[in-house]
């Protein structure tokens, strides 16, 4: 909820014509004193501007003041306090009492105190003495950072993206990622070694290219940091689909993971990528079409599981109720085999990825991977002078699907992953990015998993 108060921007926005529509010349003495209404002073010289102060009561003797009228003659300082804030110094020769206070400025506008702005994930109060009193939390776009990333030659750029725009980095820690770190007894389990001997492979690969139609497009995980369901259910979509030879392109439902596998997962709250392909391969989970991505609802709950399975036998699994989008085709569930973690080295991914199909990996996301729009990233130093407040990352998870190098302007060859995101097609490269290879940036080489689907030759001779 804290995320959206961009609204509060236009909130004060109707305060001044509120006061417009009380104040009316003909029902003066019904008016409430520009005092008591939050109107305070601008600071300049009215009375003193109209070079006369009227005696006893003189409805014509009015100054504009702000977005309404205010007064100059004696009977404004009896019955309402309708006075010219100069009223009392010019007229009188007295200092005004003390309720008369400062008004903020901004846009040459003047907003009473206590009226409100949001700065970009700050906000920003009009206080007693004129000024404005802004937060100070460091946010999730930064000019600064954008600035430094494009004016360095980091081999990338950045830029802002009005999704992010007004929230603080810590938000974005909080609610753009979602993957639990593995513990070190799952991080050194299972490790694949596979025999690299005479294995030449491409300088650049995608395996959208290889299997056409069968990789699936970036996913959008919103505010719900549930990236462990979403990378593992984009990975298991592509390796079902080029495992059954593309007889089926299923592209399987995070949701089903986000509600229903929920044994230390912690839905839109974070989760661990091997809780999710355990319940894939024991559970097994339907299709985006069937379960569609509902978000976080209002108490910031994936929601109950809406999808239930029984066992036919040898493991193989069956929804026992119906979609719950009722428009869906089928409720067929997906399982998959055993996940298998591979060896933390650039080949062996890079064979995977070529003889299997994308690969999940986990990564240390910084505060400049947000503003992420092109080029071959690496975490920059910009915010290196600066504070923890300004340096933060969390664990976050993606799906690998390919790499290949570029040659920088002074001839370096930069190797890079290109990977999927889930932070919607709009962000980055199409919903892609790049990323250093073969130097472990953002530890993404580190825990890297592949997987095969639970494709029968029933499968692959029968659907689609
Ligand atoms: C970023 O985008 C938001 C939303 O589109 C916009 O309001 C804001 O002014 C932009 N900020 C910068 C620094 O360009």
Redesign the pocket.
């Known amino acids: 909820m804290k995320l959206f108060l961009l609204a509060l921007v236009f909130l004060f926005m109707g305060v001044i014509s509120n006061v417009t529509a009380l104040r009316s010349r003909t029902k003066r003495e019904l008016a409430p004193g520009l005092h008591l209404l939050g109107m305070r002073d601008a600071g300049g010289s009215y009375c003193k501007q109209r070079n006369s102060c009227c005696p006893g009561r003189d409805d014509a003797c009015t100054v504009p003041y702000l977005d309404t009228i205010c007064y100059c003659d004696l009977f404004c300082n009896r019955t309402v306090s309708d006075c010219c804030p100069d009223f009392w110094g010019y007229c009188l020769g007295i200092s005004p009492p003390v309720n008369i206070q400062k008004v903020c400025v901004k846009n040459d506008k003047h907003y009473p105190n206590g009226a409100t702005y949001q700065d970009?994930c700050n906000r920003c109060t009009c206080t007693t003495d004129g000024n404005w009193h802004c937060e100070q939390n460091p946010c999730l776009?930064s000019?600064r950072i954008?600035d430094a990333v494009n004016r360095g030659s980091y081999g990338w750029n950045a830029g802002?993206?009005?999704q992010f725009?007004g929230m603080t980095l810590d938000e974005g820690i909080q609610y753009r990622l979602g993957t639990i770190k593995p513990p070190s007894s799952v991080m050194n389990m299972n490790e694949l070694h596979m025999n690299m001997k005479n294995d030449i492979l491409p300088a650049y690969f995608n395996a959208a290219d290889k299997w056409p139609g069968m990789i699936h497009q970036p996913l959008d995980q919103g505010n719900c940091a549930g990236s462990w369901a979403f990378s593992t259910a984009a990975v298991a979509s592509d390796r079902l689909s080029i495992q059954s030879m593309g007889h089926m392109t299923p592209a399987l439902s995070p949701q089903n993971l986000l509600s229903c596998d929920t044994k230390n997962q912690h839905g839109c709250r974070g989760g661990r990528v091997d809780g999710a392909w355990w319940y894939l391969r024991r559970r097994g989970i339907v299709t985006e079409d069937c379960y569609p991505f509902v978000g976080l609802n209002g108490n910031g709950s994936p929601g109950a599981c809406m999808m239930h399975s029984r066992s036919m036998g040898r493991g193989k699994r069956q929804a026992t109720n119906s979609c719950p989008n009722p428009y869906a085709s089928s409720n067929e569930i997906y399982q998959s085999t055993p996940a298998y973690r591979l060896a933390s080295t650039e080949k062996e991914i890079m064979k995977e990825i070529f003889d299997n199909g994308p690969v999940q990996a986990i990564m240390e996301v910084h505060e400049d991977f947000f503003m992420y729009q092109s080029g071959i990233y690496r975490h920059t130093p910009v915010m290196a002078g600066e504070s923890e407040l300004y340096r933060r990352h969390g664990t976050h998870s993606v799906r690998v699907i390919g790499w290949g190098e570029e040659m920088t302007p002074n001839g370096h060859v930069q190797k890079y992953w290109l990977a999927a995101n889930s932070w919607g097609k709009d962000w980055g490269e199409n919903g892609y990015f790049r990323i250093a290879r073969g130097e472990n940036e953002c530890e993404i080489e580190s825990f890297v998993v592949g997987v095969w689907g639970r494709v029968s030759m029933e499968d692959v001779s029968h659907k689609k």
């Open positions: 970009n776009i000019p954008i802002n993206y009005s725009w």
